[in-house]
């Protein structure tokens, strides 16, 4: 007996059924990931959370992130990303996620967020109670983050074939508002400071044609009572976004 031939509606809608899970596929390859660093009580997670459109779970904004968070940014067709969240210096499963994003499946971009001493003081893993620290020792331990986050974007962009983006991303800026300009400078290539020595060589290392940096002001929690505007907040982080756009090549 011959088989019987499908009909084209059942074609169809076979077609169909199988399309949503093949075109997820390609949009999870499609959108550049995007690395979010820095040190601890920075405002990374917070951050990241406002360029995907979500609220912060009040637990992890209060003792910092224990382990690597996902973020997804949609966008109209493919101009989303995904963000991988490093946690800070107090989780221990900081290292682990460093070699995922640097080594083991290298990102598209980096976004390094600072706040120019400002970030929230916390206790190391295993302890409680609020941490404490000055703004130098704060000052100094963004320093030092910076010096092993810099290490490993140069490995990554030396054998890499195609260039690789880095934003330093200078947050909080609600605490500093007239001050803005004084604190990119603090961050920027050629600047003198600490930092922007660092951010020289590892420009040096990996090749300028290799690595662009760009260095933006945001704020993730601008309002009423705040050196910062909601609407100014927005703007920066609507700023920030666009510019992850250029870098990836959305627009
Ligand atoms: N004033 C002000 N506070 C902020 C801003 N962004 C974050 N914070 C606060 O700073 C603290 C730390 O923010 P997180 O986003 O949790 O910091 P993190 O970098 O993810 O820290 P870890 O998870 O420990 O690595 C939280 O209490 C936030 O509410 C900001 O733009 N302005
Ligand atoms: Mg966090």
């Known amino acids: 007996m011959p088989r019987p031939v499908p009909r084209p509606a059942a074609r169809i809608r076979h077609g169909l059924a199988s399309a949503p899970e093949r075109v997820g596929h390609l949009f999870r390859r499609r959108f550049p990931v995007v690395a979010v660093t820095g040190m601890t009580g920075v ?3 917070r951050l990241a959370d406002r360029l995907s459109r979500r609220a912060t779970h009040a637990a992890t904004a209060e003792v ?14 493919l101009r989303g990303f995904r963000f991988l969240v490093v946690p800070g210096d107090n989780a221990a499963t900081r290292l682990g996620a460093l070699d995922e994003v640097f080594h083991d499946e290298p ?40 010096t092993i986050t810099a290490h490993r974007i140069a490995s990554m962009a030396v054998r890499r074939d195609r260039p690789v983006w880095l934003v330093v991303a200078v947050t909080k800026t609600d605490l500093f508002p007239d001050r803005v300009d004084e604190a990119l400078a603090h961050y920027s ?11 020289d060589e590892l420009r040096a290392l990996a090749g300028g044609a290799r690595l662009s940096v760009d260095v933006l002001p945001v704020c993730s929690e601008g309002g009423k009572g705040a050196g910062v505007t909601a609407k100014e907040a927005d703007a920066m982080v609507d700023a920030l976004a666009l510019r992850l756009a250029q870098l990836s090549g959305h627009v």
């Open 64 to 77: 910092g992130s224990a382990v690597m968070e996902r973020r997804t940014r949609r966008g109209s067709r």
């Open 107 to 146: 990102v598209d971009g980096v976004v390094h967020v600072v706040a120019w001493g400002h970030a929230t003081p916390r206790r190391t893993a295993g302890t409680t109670g609020p941490g404490s620290a000055t703004r130098e020792e704060l000052l100094a331990a963004e320093l030092e983050d910076w």
């Open 43 to 45: 405002g990374k997670t």
């Open 189 to 199: 290539p050629g600047s003198g400071t600490p930092f922007g020595d660092r951010l």
